[in-house]
């Protein structure tokens, strides 16, 4: 079955360094995959989208890129602030039924320390 | 509005009682997802809605569970009967189209609590 596996650990890292977090999908090739964002007690929130013909996606200090030959997708964020400080989740759609509704990877936890 | 709209935040029940959650879904979006997030970052899709039809229900634990999007009212997940293991954040997101461009957007969640 498919399955998405991200860091579960916690990633810490200082102030302006470049934080990366890592996707990784088996069992299947999704069309596309999203990044959100998400506070305690609040909903995710859309970051990025990537195609799978699209190798890398930038939006401000974030850059995703989708590799399809690893199934892996990697999600940057440069000069890091604390701000930056939340849960990211991976979220390609579900299999190829192009209903639209996404499977979840469990998330990363960034910590950017002052 | 602009932005989706999650009622109540937080819904107290004890077991075997019913539970209703609400959500109101961005104008002009036409589909609703229901999610269920158990312990700190699992998420489950349970169903969607194109405007007031089942678009996919197949994360839908059918006993107990139920929902509808009625045409100027706020869609409704019910679960008859809770159990303990209900016990979970259910967010309702909504999207204008779940075409390679379905961003989905999400309200802040109902935490319910099975006691």
């Known amino acids: 079955s498919q399955k998405i596996e991200q860091n579960s650990e916690a990633l810490n890292i200082q102030e302006g360094k470049t934080a990366t977090l890592t996707c990784n999908y088996t069992?299947?090739?999704?069309?596309?995959l999203q990044w959100y964002r998400q506070d305690p007690g609040r909903g995710p929130v859309f970051l990025l989208l990537?195609?799978?013909?699209?190798k890398e996606k930038r939006k401000e200090r974030l850059k995703v890129t989708f590799d399809t030959t690893l199934k892996q997708s990697l999600f940057h964020i440069t000069a890091s602030q604390p701000a930056d400080s939340a849960t990211y989740l991976c979220?390609?759609?579900?299999?190829?039924?192009?209903?639209?509704?996404?499977?979840f990877g469990q998330g990363t936890t960034l910590q950017v320390k002052p | 509005g602009e932005e989706v709209a999650q009622t109540p935040k937080h819904l107290v029940r004890g077991e075997g009682q019913k539970a209703k959650l609400y959500c109101a879904p961005i104008k002009g979006h036409s589909y609703v997802f229901w999610y269920q997030q158990v312990l700190k970052n699992e998420f489950k899709f349970l169903i969607s809605f194109q405007n007031e039809n089942v678009f996919d229900e197949t994360g839908m634990p059918k006993e107990r569970f139920s929902a509808k999007c009625l045409p100027n009212s706020p869609c409704s997940l019910e679960i008859q009967a809770t159990k303990l293991e209900d016990s979970a954040v259910y967010f309702c997101?909504?999207?204008?189209?779940?075409?390679?461009?379905?961003?989905?957007?999400f309200g802040a969640g109902t935490r319910l609590s099975v006691l």
């Open positions: 990537i195609r799978e013909n699209e």
């Open positions: 997101a909504s999207s204008r189209s779940t075409v390679q461009r379905g961003i989905q957007y």
């Open positions: 979220a390609p759609p579900w299999g190829s039924s192009n209903t639209g509704k996404l499977i």
């Open positions: 069992n299947y090739s999704p069309a596309y």
